[in-house]
């Protein structure tokens, strides 16, 4: 209504296309106000002008070119005392000026941008003038947007919008974008931004900075036995833990995962480092109580110490070496980084460089090693193994394969594998050799969403059937994420493909775990078969194992026999298959139908007889302790854990000594006997 009432008043000769708010109908009303001239018209057009700002919610006035204000609205007067201005200095006729520090509080510097910005308006240098300032209240933080807009000919309307709620969303995305939503610590983003700045201002004053690279020991081992929700529980905890021992300055942010980086700004030397980094580590020394549950947990620290001009990403990168070298050699460790850690990293650096140009100049082959059936004496399988052709010579798997993993680059070699492994296979059948081609996946290949398509295509391309192909993948990839492993393999699995665990032994697995993959194999690691016949904790490790691929309904492929002692005692345990260096080495496609001649000549010789026979001792336990080992087994504890449990029950050994997994080994081969 008052805007008809305006318009019908004669000031539609002033209203511009799309101003059509109560500001815009105010501010054309004024002006005709003075343009017209006429006191009484004017008087009814101010009031009329007075209504509509009165019923605007934002805090509006109006200047003329001198800043001299000709009008404000109610709203306008309370936020100016709400800033500390007298009542009266914010009425019609004082200057704004004048007032101007006192409308905007006592920021004198907000105050002083606003009266440069309001007389470029006037003068016609500037279209507009915004701006955003904080006018918190004792109990809430707000936020105001001041727009100053010109009049047509002269004078202009300055408004003042809350904007706190706007800004609010705006701080919290921001504030997610660069803390970690699980600890509410920095992020990566923001702690390689706040280094950065630490090393720029230790560039000007010759201070030193260091980095602490903190890994927690065995993370993966607490998420699997108490579940995601506790291992999130002890994330947050360990950075309740590790905030009261930074000092002013010093930043603490999760890297990822279970990794946490510390940046001491300003420290004297290495030494010093190190004694910041112990206070860390004994911050942990407590027990954590989670899900009821109390846990122990240690870390392994790696700390880097250094300056401009290093990066933030080199400081990072050298700690973070420093720590694989602490975890290398036990748990609970610090290490700083050194000369000799560092002729590592570069080596490491090199090794992926070269690498990328041997991926893009295909300097790759695949060797095969034979795979034999022990109970009938033939030749069933192959296991691809990669070469790199390397300039300085033929380099094995252990000597970039790490690499690989660790940069992602496992993924298209991984890939390139999987596709001639398949071809090759196909080939031969082709050729009336029909062969069980294994080939062996990381974690980042079990890890990505595209490991189920590149398998499918690679045995489309070459024709190779499901059943021909036997994905290798190690304990540890399987236990590093329980719940994607069994994702993954149940989808390999479900296309045809075989499954069998390598490196069978050197991990936690527990029998449950088992149970719930689709494995069809589980391979011995050649470790224990190098010990059998002469160490007892062998023989009962691999006796253990041959009988937990039977109880998961697998067969059992030993890895590394290099003896016939060796052979005949696998045999001798009921293993199914083998494969080492007794049976052939690894060579090259053309050359595999000669090492296919050699390992039946193996196979065709006389059986020896095993060194010692395996399995002769075993402890004969009785009694709540030999119960209480088939329990723990029975719920499908590993080796480690049924260990650990008997040790944290103080139920010692018969000898007296404590469990090992070696001991406990022994007891659950004979289990079938003493029951």
Sequence with gaps: ELALRALSAGAEDYLVKGTHDARGIATAVLYAAQRRGAELKAHRYERLALSLLDAMEASTCAVDDAGTIIAVNGAWREFAVRGGADAEATGVGRNYFDVCAGALGADARVAADVAVGLRAV????????????????????????????????????LSHVDVSRAKRSELALTHLGLHDPLTDLPNRILLYDRLTQALSLAGRSGADIAVAFLDVDQFKRINDSLGHPAGDELLREIGHR????????DTLARFAGDEFVVVWPSVSGPEEAELLAGRLTDALSEPFVLTGASVTVTASVGIAVGCAPQTAEELVLAADAAMYHAKSHGRGRTRVYSAELRAGVDRRLRTEAELREALRNGDFVLHYQPVVDLHRGEVTGVEALVRWL??????????????????GLIVPLGTWVLEQACRQGAAWSGQGLDLVMAVNFSARQISDPQVIRGIRDALTASGLPPGRLLAEVTESTVMEDAELAQVALKQIADLGVGVAIDDFGTGYSSLLYLKRYPIGALKIDKHFVAGMGVNDDDDAIVASIIALARAVGAVCIAEGVETREQQAALQALGCDYA??????????????????????????????????????????????LLQRIVELHGAGGSLHTIAAALNAEDRLHPSGRRWHSSSVAKVVAALPRQR
């Excluded at 240098?125 to 209240?137: F, G, K, M």
């Excluded at 590790?242 to 300055?249: C, K, N, S, V």
Aim: charged share 25%.
């Design 579 to 624: 494969q080492g260096f007794l049976f052939g080495r690894p060579v090259p496609a053309l050359e595999l139908p000669g090492a296919l001649e050699r390992c039946r000549s193996v196979l065709a010789a006389p059986s020896a007889r095993p060194l010692r026979r395996v399995g002769a001792k075993r402890p004969q336990l009785q009694g709540p």
């Design 122 to 157: 006037l003068e016609g240098r500037l279209p507009r003038y915004e701006r955003d300032y904080p006018c918190h209240a004792p109990d809430q933080e707000n936020w105001l947007s001041l727009r100053i807009n010109p009049l047509p000919d002269s004078g202009a309307v």
């Design 242 to 249: 590790l905030r009261p021992h930074l000092r002013e300055g």
């Design 390 to 407: 390397h300039a300085d010579g033929v380099r094995q798997p252990d000597a970039f394969i790490p690499v690989a993993e660790a940069t």
